[in-house]
């Protein structure tokens, strides 16, 4: 009786491949196009995808995602800002009064339709005769404002302090919590601008989410153990800055520094077994805060 030879092993994915190399997780027969370097031998592609999505994705030590060191929002943000320079440019037709020229008015740093649209504005009566403002139901005044700029020269310091700032707060947080960062700060900035400011003070600027962006970094430097003796005096010119050039939005940098540390200290200090659920709550219960004064002031406002 004879026996029959025996089979020689193929491919489970290509039968009419001979191998005689096997996936050392499930030791199927694997061809050198199957082929998955491990770190033994060599796995097939589904124990490889399998693999891949029983990992954990890598976070950061504050909990966010390690794609945060590519500074996608950072970027992004950059992007916005200027994107929002160029359409205040080009709303300027006729160029500011002080200024004249077709579109130097927002170029050099005057007013343009679209700053006048989307600053700070308590409440006010514009020359063409409409009113408008905070006070008035324009709420978004509080949003926009961080994203708009007088001039050019206003637009670059801030952004080259994004850019600076934001690279390193973004790979240590993460884009999300980065992003809520800036936002939550640059609110804070608007809601102290509207507090504190006259009702026909028109404020905007980057700058509100740049102060807390510095004091963010303070906190998370340090919670890190690294120096921050770079970043100190840095922060002390800016504040010095702040009190002695005219112009400037001192209640607006005021609030974005403190909401930023206070954003930072959230993040920094949340316990780790909860960390995502308290540092969402932190986030709520800051805006919650920053909306309940901003509904103070427009009460104070209207009853005026």
């Known amino acids: 009786m004879s026996e029959s030879p025996p089979t020689t092993p193929v491919c489970y994915r290509h039968p009419g491949r001979e191998t005689y190399v096997r996936c050392t997780r499930c030791d199927r027969p694997i061809c050198p ?5 491990a770190s033994v031998g060599f796995q097939c592609p589904e124990c490889v995808a399998e693999g891949r999505r029983s990992v954990r994705p890598a976070r950061t030590a504050f ?28 709303s300027d037709r006729g160029g500011d009064a002080a200024v004249g020229g077709s579109g130097f008015g927002g ?5 343009t339709p679209l700053t006048d649209w989307g600053s700070v504005l308590g409440g006010a009566i514009f020359p063409d005769g409409t009113v408008g403002g905070i006070a008035e139901g324009e709420w978004y005044r509080l949003v926009t404002a961080m994203f708009l700029h007088y001039g050019v020269v206003h637009l670059l310091l801030n952004m080259w302090a994004l850019w600076v700032l934001g690279r390193s707060l973004e790979a240590s947080l993460g884009p999300l919590r980065f992003l809520a960062l800036y936002l939550v ?8 601008a509207y507090l504190f400011s006259a ?27 690294r120096d921050i003796s770079q970043v100190l005096p840095v922060l002390v010119i800016n504040l010095v800055f702040t009190f002695t050039v005219p112009g400037i939005s001192i209640p607006g940098h005021l609030g974005g520094l403190v909401v930023g540390a ?34 103070v002031r427009t009460a104070a406002i209207v009853g005026g």
């Open 33 to 37: 196009d199957c082929m998955r370097e």
């Open 63 to 90: 909990g966010g995602g390690a794609a945060g060191r590519h500074g996608y929002v950072t970027k992004a943000l950059i992007a916005l800002n200027v994107l929002l320079m160029l359409l205040s440019i080009a």
């Open 107 to 111: 170029l050099m740093g005057g007013s």
């Open 185 to 192: 700060a640059g609110l804070g900035g608007n809601v102290a």
């Open 199 to 225: 009702e026909n003070q028109l404020t905007a600027g980057a700058s509100t989410s740049i102060f807390g962006l510095f004091a963010a970094l303070v906190v998370i430097e340090r919670k890190m153990g």
């Open 262 to 295: 206070l954003l930072a200290l959230v993040f920094a200090y949340a316990p780790r077994s909860r960390r995502s659920l308290v540092q969402l709550a932190g986030v709520a219960v800051i805006v919650a805060a920053l909306i309940g004064l901003a509904l």
